[in-house]
Every structure is written in structure tokens, then in C-alpha cells.
């Protein structure tokens, strides 16, 4: 598997090829607009052709916006829909493979009572987005009724909505959190075998490298840098070397030796531990 991160486009899209340069990211993650801003504004016409230019077929995806909810009221759904659309056009315009998203929270009123709604906000961003952006369910820490935090409630919304185009990224610190333990052996089998049964494992497109501050299950979404927390490098050892993940991109999101996010330290750790899985 290719191994990267989430870069900056500060100063406009193609600045985010020299960042991923400098960590040596052999894929990588950016935002197309901010993540905490409804408004969505685009990237300049020359900034973008620089990146095109200049990205030499290194995998692209975007991450949405984090307001995104789609077990939200209707001016909420509303918004989301449209965030999420111009986020698809984006990923078209810059080449990317998709745009990564979480599906947010249904509030307390359980998956049921908001299924039919998350249903027709997904078929609705497919139908209206090129056919060469890829939309793609994050499974979530766990915390205040948030939309899949199990691969249950993913897969009945990939088996639901039936379009192809809908893909998954699965967060191995969210995957802590939300219960599953994929640190280890024997566990991740079991988690390779429901992803299988439940979602598909066609369906995964990308993995979120993320070291967890905090202990399984605690439902908290605390990233911590590669084998400083709960996984630890035999945990990522596991995880590199299982099958399900094979020729999957990695995306470290992780806060960075010095807390100015992905870097090239925890970049080499994780490609070190890849080259101990061969």
C-alpha cells in the first residue's frame, strides 16, 4: 500500500504538492474548502492547473466538510447535501479519487429513525456528481449517536443505496474507539471477515493511520502519532500485513511530533513497519 497524509493547501491547492514532498506522502488527503465553514470557496483556475501539473499521479482525495450531518433537521440535510455535492465536483475538477466524509449524528433518535433521510441525501449527491468522484463513508469514534460507528450500520447504507461510487475509509483510531480492536490478530480477522460480510471488502478505498490517545471503546476521537498510543507499531505490524488492507492507501492524520500535524517522522515509522511486513 501507498503510505501518505493529509496535507495543507494553504496559499492555494498547489501548495499541497510541496507539502507532500517534503513528508515524502506517496498519497495524500487535502481539503478542497474550509471544513468548518458552510460556505464553499473555490480554488483559483491557475492554482488548480499547477496542481494537476504537478501532483505526477500521486492518489488525491478530499475530505468533506465537518458540519456534514445526515441525521440532521431538514435545513441541516439541505446543506449537507450541498456541501457535499460541490465537495464531488471539486474532487472531479482536481482529479481526485473521492471525497472522504462522516455521515455525522443522529442525535439520540437511534440509526432507524434516520435511515430513509441519510438514504436519500446519499442517493441525491451520487445522482447530481460526476461519475468519476467516489463518495466515501468514514466510520465514526462512537460519541453522541454518531452515524457508523459499526460496519453494520455502513453496510445498510452501501446495501441500501446500491451505487458503486459509494465506497468506505475505515479510521483505525475510530475503529478503537467505536469498540472494534484491530490491534490485534485475532480481532481483525474477525473485523476483516464482518467488513466482508457486511459492506464488502471491494468497497474500501482508503484507511485513516491514526495511533488512538485513548483506550478501546472509549468513544472519544483522539488521534494519536504512529505507535505512541493504544495500537502501538505491533498494532500497525497487524493491520499493514492483513489482508483486507492490502494495496489500500494509507492517510496519517496524525498530530505530528512538534503538533503541526503529519510529518515525515511518522511517515517513516509507519513505512518502516510496512517494509517489516514483507
Same mark, same amino acid.
Given at each position: 500500500?501507498?503510505?501518505?497524509?493529509?496535507?495543507?493547501?494553504?496559499?492555494?491547492?498547489?501548495?499541497?504538492?510541496?507539502?507532500?514532498?517534503?513528508?515524502?506522502?506517496?498519497?495524500?488527503?487535502?481539503?478542497?474548502?474550509?471544513?468548518?465553514?458552510?460556505?464553499?470557496?473555490?480554488?483559483?483556475?491557475?492554482?488548480?492547473?499547477?496542481?494537476?501539473?504537478?501532483?505526477?499521479?500521486?492518489?488525491?482525495?478530499?475530505?468533506?466538510?465537518?458540519?456534514?450531518?445526515?441525521?440532521?433537521?431538514?435545513?441541516?440535510?439541505?446543506?449537507?447535501?450541498?456541501?457535499?455535492?460541490?465537495?464531488?465536483?471539486?474532487?472531479?475538477?482536481? &482529479?481526485?479519487?473521492?471525497?472522504?466524509?462522516?455521515? /455525522?449524528?443522529?442525535?439520540?433518535? @437511534? +440509526?432507524?429513525? !434516520? =435511515?430513509?433521510?441519510?438514504?436519500?441525501?446519499?442517493?441525491?449527491?451520487?445522482?447530481?456528481?460526476?461519475?468519476?468522484?467516489?463518495?466515501?463513508?468514514?466510520?465514526?469514534?462512537?460519541?453522541?449517536?454518531?452515524?457508523?460507528?459499526?460496519?453494520?450500520?455502513?453496510?445498510?447504507?452501501?446495501?441500501?443505496?446500491?451505487?458503486?461510487?459509494?465506497?468506505?475509509?475505515?479510521?483505525?483510531?475510530?475503529?478503537?474507539?467505536?469498540?472494534?480492536?484491530?490491534?490485534?490478530?485475532?480481532?481483525?480477522?474477525?473485523?476483516?471477515?464482518?467488513?466482508?460480510?457486511?459492506?464488502?471488502?471491494?468497497?474500501?478505498?482508503?484507511?485513516?493511520?491514526?495511533?488512538?490517545?485513548?483506550?478501546?471503546?472509549?468513544? &472519544?476521537?483522539?488521534?494519536?502519532?504512529?505507535?505512541? /498510543?493504544?495500537?502501538?507499531?505491533? @498494532? +500497525?505490524?497487524? !493491520? =499493514?500485513?492483513?489482508?483486507?488492507?492490502?494495496?489500500?492507501?494509507?492517510?496519517?492524520?496524525?498530530?505530528?511530533?512538534?503538533?503541526?500535524?503529519?510529518?515525515?517522522?511518522?511517515?517513516?515509522?509507519?513505512?518502516?513497519?510496512?517494509?517489516?511486513?514483507?
Amino acid at each position: 500500500m501507498k503510505i501518505g497524509a493529509h496535507v495543507s493547501t494553504s496559499g492555494g491547492v498547489h501548495n499541497a504538492v510541496t507539502n507532500a514532498m517534503a513528508i515524502e506522502a506517496e498519497c495524500i488527503q487535502i481539503f478542497a474548502s474550509s471544513p468548518r465553514a458552510w460556505a464553499f470557496k473555490s480554488q483559483k483556475s491557475d492554482s488548480v492547473d499547477k496542481f494537476l501539473k504537478e501532483i505526477n499521479n500521486i492518489p488525491v482525495f478530499l475530505h468533506g466538510s465537518y458540519l456534514v450531518n445526515l441525521g440532521g433537521e431538514a435545513d441541516l440535510l439541505e446543506k449537507s447535501v450541498k456541501s457535499l455535492i460541490e465537495h464531488m465536483n471539486a474532487a472531479h475538477q482536481l &482529479k481526485a479519487n473521492g471525497v472522504i466524509f462522516h455521515c /455525522g449524528s443522529h442525535k439520540g433518535a @437511534g +440509526f432507524e429513525a !434516520i =435511515l430513509d433521510q441519510a438514504l436519500n441525501c446519499l442517493e441525491t449527491v451520487l445522482d447530481k456528481t460526476p461519475e468519476d468522484s467516489l463518495l466515501i463513508i468514514e466510520n465514526s469514534a462512537g460519541a453522541g449517536g454518531q452515524i457508523g460507528s459499526n460496519l453494520s450500520e455502513i453496510g445498510q447504507l452501501i446495501s441500501r443505496v446500491e451505487n458503486p461510487r459509494l465506497k468506505v475509509c475505515i479510521d483505525t483510531q475510530h475503529a478503537i474507539a467505536s469498540g472494534y480492536d484491530i490491534s490485534k490478530p485475532e480481532i481483525l480477522d474477525v473485523f476483516a471477515e464482518e467488513f466482508e460480510n457486511e459492506i464488502g471488502t471491494g468497497r474500501l478505498v482508503a484507511v485513516h493511520a491514526n495511533d488512538s490517545k485513548t483506550d478501546l471503546g472509549s468513544g &472519544k476521537d483522539r488521534h494519536e502519532n504512529i505507535g505512541h /498510543g493504544y495500537i502501538g507499531d505491533n @498494532g +500497525f505490524r497487524n !493491520i =499493514l500485513s492483513h489482508e483486507l488492507f492490502k494495496e489500500t492507501p494509507f492517510i496519517l492524520e496524525v498530530p505530528g511530533i512538534q503538533g503541526n500535524g503529519p510529518d515525515l517522522a511518522n511517515i517513516n515509522r509507519l513505512k518502516d513497519i510496512r517494509e517489516n511486513c514483507k
